[in-house]
């Protein structure tokens, strides 16, 4: 199959910290290349990828200072995918709402997968405009402030089964990872951390619309060796510092589309403390790969628990349902839908042709997650089939 993967210029591909969808383009990249396919990645030059590299710019927008208008760069990507579009069987964009109207008005099949948030209001009139383009959610959980838009399947996310490892430890700490800000609730991280009386270790980014609340907010609290700031962290240093961790701590307070860093922590076999939002309880198993609760002082109380879990079936449960080859053959059940739909609309007569509604009937009655029902806890149930 012959498949473009459209990704943003924000970062490379994949990126050099943190950058959760740029990783997960590069892991379901790879793995297509790996399973045979054409792909060719659409991305900044500095990206490395197996697949067939399109540089619409030298670098990563975000490391280059020079770039004041990113929309420029991202139309003019568009718009090199659309003149060369008959060059691919399907095409896959990664970039929100940006491709919806040009590509409405061409015959390749394609589709988006949403990576953020949707419960802004103006969201409503955008995919209402848009009701028939086909999307890709996430998780369950991301569609609900749009449930008529057009989805057609729910994907979790998958990283390559050997990327992360567990190490040999004794988990001694709690561990938050990825990005300082608000909605994920840093300063909830610390206050579990400290009435648990164990030591907190913070890996993770702070931007700069966040810096205040850092300033304000959490640089008072760290206070070593209760609260340790390690900064960001590359993958390499991963596997290491989730394996030494008796478990992630991710109190988000926001509707979380995934969450990545938490099946990260479960392919090294540690357990998560999450706050019942967004996708968490789509992600984690209460009572198997962790607990799910509704406040700091729930969390308190499941990290009492902590020792009942098994980090070995923690990381089972990851090679069973957050891999990059599931991940992968979910997105080729897809492609190849909307390409057999495709093909019988340009069949149909002519008033009905390049009708996007006719490509996205396929997916009605089947459009969430395949993902068979996990069977290992009441909470299971909850699970999309």
Known sequence: MRIAQIAPLTEAIPPKLYGGTERVISW??????????????????DSRTSAKLEAVWPRALRLDGGIRDVNALHLTMLEQVRRRARDFDV???????????????QATPFVTTLHGRLDLPEHQTLFATFASVPLISISDAQRTPVPSAGWVRTIHHGLPERELMPRPANPS?????????????????????????????????????????????IRPLLRAPAVEYIGEIGDDEKAEFLSGAACLLAPANWPEPFGLVLIEAMACGCPVIAFHAGAMPEVIEDGVTGFIVNDEPGAIAAAARLSKLSRPAIRRRFEQRFTARRMAQDYLAVYRELIEAASRSAKAPVARRGDPERVRSVF?????TSEPRPALSPRSQSLPD
């Open 173 to 217: 700490y709690f561990a938050f990872l990825g990005r300082i800000s608000p909605e994920k609730a840093t300063d909830a991280a610390i206050r579990i951390a400290r009435q648990c009386g164990v030591p907190l270790k913070i890996a993770a980014k702070v931007d700069k619309v966040d810096r205040d609340y850092f300033e304000t907010e």
């Open 91 to 105: 095409l896959h964009f990664h970039l929100d709402y940006y491709p919806f109207s040009l590509f409405t008005r």
């Open 364 to 368: 009605r009655g089947g459009s969430r």
């Open 28 to 45: 379901l990249t790879e793995e297509l290349v790996v399973q045979g396919h054409d792909v060719t990645l659409f991305a900044s030059g």
